[in-house]
């Protein structure tokens, strides 16, 4: 039985329109992309290369230092009868701090001035009887011997009261060392002898105060750059260096005057505080291959807590009319670093680039662009050389913090 010949057309119509949807599904992601280029173009946020002066720069991790730490131990023996601060607060040099039993040294006092008053008034009485001798011996009445024993007892006197008033100083001196109090402006730390306790000279810790206006912060360098701190440093006289907390820092509450909590955001990565290098060591570590730093912070805002690690950044020298666009817009590939350029008619070329220092989200371009030129930012994954895109016009410069506008 044979099948009739319009039976046959019908089949050969339908195989022949599978074929045709079949190779109108093949097109490749790139051709689409290309349709699209040629279209309303792929959507990138842009950013307009810079001429600027940009800080050359060297970066390290720092760790703050108090710039100095007073142990509080009393001088004097006894018993812990008050404590005048509360722990973690500020004190300021002078303040009073602990205050041990002063009744054993007051008495103290009452005797050495007692024994003073006494030595003086025998005093008083031998000068007059040297006195009253020395008439005798150049009258003839009293012999040479007489007279010298009556001296000798009169110097004698004198010493003993010299001695009773040293002594009547020492017993002051020890009555005011039951007032302990702080030799420096700075935040005390924890109490570590309560009321009640005995305390003995020189020996038991009261207390640590740690000074925080101002600050070291330590830090270490390649031991290549060496050189060019010391010349720069020379040329400059002071180098200014700048310290960040990192960031994710947790806000710190205080309360004001009136007892209202107000809060203090310790992440200062975008106002980073100010110093200057204080200290280069006088040798390398060998085992590191560094060489240690400070730098001094007058630390106003108390920002810079001690034992804390922090970004260290040395300003070295500004490099002028330097070529800035934002870090992001760097892309590297298999031929090195490059940037997509947007051209006149909102196509794109892909440039090669030479890279510079990093500052604040900015790149320097030392090689590869000019000022002016529009680089892409973000989008980077859909282009390709001769596709065109679409920006937006607000985004095309870079604004203080190296962000495109058009992100605000």
Not at 279 to 307: C, Y
């Amino acid at each position: 039985m044979t099948r009739s010949r319009p039976g046959y057309f019908i089949l050969i119509t339908a195989f022949l329109m599978f074929i045709a949807a079949c190779s109108g599904e093949s097109d490749t992601p790139a051709d689409k992309s290309s349709q699209e280029g040629r279209g309303t173009g792929v959507p990138v946020r842009v950013a307009r290369a810079e001429q600027k002066d940009v800080p050359v720069q060297l970066n390290a991790i720092g760790n703050v230092e108090a710039y100095s730490i007073v142990e509080v131990k009393p001088q004097v023996d006894g018993e812990l009868s008050k404590i005048y601060f509360k722990e973690g607060e500020n004190v300021s040099k002078g303040e009073l701090l602990f205050l041990i039993d002063t009744r054993p040294y007051e008495n103290d006092l009452r005797q050495a001035e007692a024994n003073m008053a006494r030595d003086t008034a025998m005093l008083k009485k031998a000068e007059q009887d040297a006195l009253r001798y020395e008439d005798l011996i150049n009258k003839g009445v009293v012999s040479a011997q007489q007279y010298d024993q009556v001296r000798a007892e009169y110097e004698s006197l004198g010493a003993t009261v010299r001695a009773d008033r040293a002594a009547v100083e020492s017993a002051k001196l020890e009555l005011e060392y039951c007032s302990i109090r702080s030799p420096i402006d700075g935040r005390i730390g924890e109490i570590l002898v309560h009321e009640g306790n005995t305390v003995e000279s020189r020996s038991t810790l009261l207390a640590v105060i740690n000074q925080t206006k101002p600050v070291n912060v330590n830090f270490s360098v390649p031991e290549q750059f060496l050189a060019l701190i010391r010349s720069y440093k020379a040329d400059a006289g002071d180098l200014k260096v700048y310290a960040s907390v990192p960031k994710g820092s947790r806000t710190a509450e205080r309360q004001d005057a009136e007892g209202i909590k107000q809060s203090a955001n310790l992440t200062t990565e975008n106002e980073p505080a100010v110093g200057t290098l204080s200290f280069v060591d006088n040798q390398v570590n060998e085992s590191t291959g560094t060489i240690m730093m400070k730098a001094i912070f007058q630390n106003e805002s108390e920002t810079l807590w001690p034992g804390k690690f922090i970004n260290v950044t040395i300003n070295l020298t500004t490099q002028e009319d330097a070529i800035v666009i934002p870090s992001r817009a760097v892309q590297t590939g298999q031929d090195g670093d490059y940037v997509f350029v947007v051209k006149p008619d909102s196509t794109v070329e892909s440039r090669p680039v030479v890279p510079g220092a990093r500052l604040d989200g900015e790149v320097v371009i030392t090689k590869g662009l000019e000022p002016g030129e529009i680089v892409v930012t973000e989008g980077q994954l859909r282009l390709a050389p001769g596709v065109k895109v679409r920006t937006n016009e607000s985004s095309q410069r870079i604004s203080g913090d190296g962000s495109d506008v058009s992100r605000k």
